[in-house]
């Protein structure tokens, strides 16, 4: 790699330099502001849908606590 | 979900090797042009945003004619996504080809250049296409309303091109034909890299966002289910598929 960036020509940054990087950091820049809003809704959904483990959890701690009902042989009894 | 995470993580990895590649390419490999030196070297982003941009728009369309065809939502999801983010690399592509004219042409924009003011009516069109959508209550209808949308302005984005090719008063350059253009080889090689990497880029960032959608229409049915109707929180109006 170092063997190729020193055979590479230099770059002519001082003619055209800021017009180049100005369009390349312009695309950057978007798919960061993309990426980052992107990241953003994954944790809203990481948020609710952990709302919605603990919701199910307290159901089911819920539904044992609650007396079970008798078999029907008993009830018979 | 399950349908667009597929492959995801593959396609990311292809897209972030194609674009370190196509950008050692653009830098340290392609020469200098001849005649406008080291800024063409934004050629190499600003036409292959431009390109995949128009592509995304006619797919739009594409899917759009699928959604009618077969009624499913999926393809809804995959046209909405697909002019969405077509419409961001559009800008993209539009701000980048406004720094090279201001350090070309010495004007940030020509209101006589067909091929600029062509690709503004374009997106300008394109643009209407979510309010389009967020003006429909029905999802039905919207999603019906919306294809009509996408295949009419699709179609008109291959005609706008031929149009303004057959056009003979341009500033804008035209280095790319159907006999290959008049670029060199090495230019060639780093132009059609910096192609490839960019689609995949509109590909893998495409899939991300109906991954996201469809997670996100999967939470709410989950907390239907969990707590009824009453316990979602009210939607609104909204512009993406539902």
């Known amino acids: 790699m170092i063997t190729f960036f020193a055979q590479a020509p230099a770059l002519p940054l001082h003619t055209a330099g800021k017009y180049v990087a100005g369009a390349y950091i312009v695309f950057i820049l978007m798919l960061i502001v993309y990426v980052g809003i992107m990241v953003r809704r994954l944790h809203t959904n990481q948020r609710e849908i952990q709302e919605l483990k603990l919701l199910l959890e307290e159901r089911e701690r819920q539904e044992l606590a609650a007396p079970q009902p008798l078999p029907d042989s008993e009830q018979v009894a | ?242």
């Not at chain 2, 592509?55 to 996504?81: E, I, K, N, Q």
């Not at chain 2, 997106?123 to 009419?152: G, K, N």
């Not at chain 2, 056009?167 to 080889?185: I, K, W």
């Not at chain 2, 907390?223 to 909204?238: E, K, W, Y």
């Open chain 2, 1 to 242: 979900m399950t349908t667009h995470v597929r492959h995801l993580r593959g396609l990311t990895i292809a897209t972030a090797v194609m674009l370190t590649v196509s950008l050692a390419l653009v830098f340290f490999y392609a020469p200098l042009d001849a005649e406008q030196g080291f800024i063409q070297k934004i050629f190499y982003i600003h036409v292959p945003l431009a390109i995949v941009s128009l592509a995304g728009f006619t797919l739009g369309g594409v899917f759009g004619v699928a959604y009618l065809r077969t009624g499913d939502r999926v393809w809804d999801m995959r046209s909405y996504c697909a002019i969405h983010m077509s419409l961001i690399f559009s800008v993209g592509g539009l701000l980048a080809g406004s720094i090279w004219a201001k350090g070309s042409w010495g004007h940030w924009w020509v209101w006589s250049e067909p091929t600029l003011v062509s690709y503004l009516i374009v997106i300008l069109l394109f643009c209407t296409y979510q309010p389009l959508r967020f003006s429909i209550e029905d999802p039905e209808r919207q999603s019906r309303y919306a294809a009509v949308f996408a295949i009419v302005c699709g179609a008109f984005v291959p005609i706008n091109f031929i149009v303004v090719r057959l056009s003979t008063q341009y500033l804008h350059p035209r280095v790319l034909n159907l006999e290959g253009g008049n670029l060199p080889n090495s230019m060639k090689l780093a132009f059609y890299t910096s192609l490839l990497a960019i689609a995949l880029l509109f590909a893998t960032l495409m899939k991300y966002e109906m991954a996201a959608k469809e997670t996100r229409i999967e939470t709410r049915r989950l907390r239907r289910r969990l707590l009824g109707d009453d316990a979602l929180r009210p939607l609104g109006r909204s512009a993406a598929p539902q």
